[in-house]
């Protein structure tokens, strides 16, 4: 579902990554471990099409990042580390927002906030703003922006950071109830995470 082989990104004279080569197979939840710095957010922004790689080449659902990026955006999701919100809106309004914005027609809209809303947890809050949530409530509407249209591909960086261990616990327990429907790479430098949550690990030194 994703393959990158021998990846490399150069910022000037900076190897943000080097040689990189992985896999990940369908329905698989990847655990992308390494220290701040080794090159995950990255890799990963590579995968969503953000910039593309200075050598090497990687594929998403079989299509390649550079020459069909559009086709990529389609098929996955995406959290940054730092989710940006709109805080004067309602979560439903965020997240029909964002599907409006990845060309989603009204019926389709509503099909696919109900659905997103319902699978992480934020019925109770759909009609309340933003600013007035939790930090584990604003990472769970991170978390279903980056669902909606229902993609293949999910892509987290860093999903619990700066939450308290119940909310930790509630999103790894999300994540983890993905496997098999949805192929998922997830970034941290937290080991216990990688073992909690995920079937197979890529260690980036």
Known sequence: MVRVEHLTKRFGDIHAIEDLTFEVLEGEILGFLGPNGAGKTTTMRILTCFFPPTEGRATVAGYDVVKEADEVRRVIGYMPEHVPLYRDMTVEDALDFIAHAKGFRRQERAKYV????????????????????????????????????????????????????????????LIKGMAGRRTVVLSTHILPEVQMTCSRVVILN
């Open 114 to 173: 109900a659905e997103a809303i319902e699978e992480t947890g934020l019925s109770e809050v759909r009609k309340r703003r933003i600013a007035h949530l939790s930090k584990g409530y604003r990472q769970r509407v991170g978390l279903a922006q980056a669902l909606i249209g229902n993609p293949k591909v999910l892509i987290l960086d860093e999903p619990t950071v700066g939450l308290d261990p119940r909310q930790i616990a509630e999103v790894r327990a």
